[in-house]
């Protein structure tokens, strides 16, 4: 088989080393960001994580004429009609304000019981070629959000999130148990096991 070649949608140190550690031992040559010195801005447009992981990896793919990965992921709460989905890393105001995010949850969930505080993270890959072809994963994780935070690690809503079958937070969990059932975790590996077969045929077309 050819030797393919891909270029990450992002300069999030934490996504590259995930995805650069998923797609270790495939005939698969990782390019980045910091292979490219003009590496054009992408921002975040879309109304759904589909709409902007297709775009951050269709606009880099033509740009550098690579296939190339993006991802996009968030939180969505029924209760709250899917907020803040999109919006996830800015809810309260600032990019990545992890603590101002779940304080603002907490605060618009105030008062739900139990059983109305069922939420789930989404997480959307999109690998796209130069020329138009596309290949997407969606994975979710279901559970519901605490009264209020506990534990030390992961990031963004973790401390609030209670996966399904759990009774500790995504944040209490280790590394290894929040990978084996986390949005991210899940789609990373089917997107892994279709590469191991080869698919998308498209990626292994091309030059070199
Ligand atoms: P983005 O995919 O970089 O746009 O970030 C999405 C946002 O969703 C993050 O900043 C977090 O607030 C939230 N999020 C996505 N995945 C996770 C997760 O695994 N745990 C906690 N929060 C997450």
Redesign the pocket.
Known sequence: MRKARLVLATR?PG?IEEITHLLEDLPVQVFTWKDFPDWPPVE?VGDTFEE?ARHKAESLARWADLPALA?????EVEALGGAPGVV??H?AGKH?D?AG?VARLLRELEGVPREGRGAR?V?VLVLAGPRGERLLVRETCEGRIAEEPRGEG?????PV?VPNGEVRT?AELSLEE?NAL???GKALRRLRALLEKGEPEWLYGGPG
Not at 154 to 158: I, L, S, V
């Open positions: 999030n996504k975040e902007n991802d996009d992921s968030g939180l996830s890393a809810y990545g992890d995010n993270f997480c992961g990031f963004g809503y973790d999130f995504m929040k986390s949005h991210r």
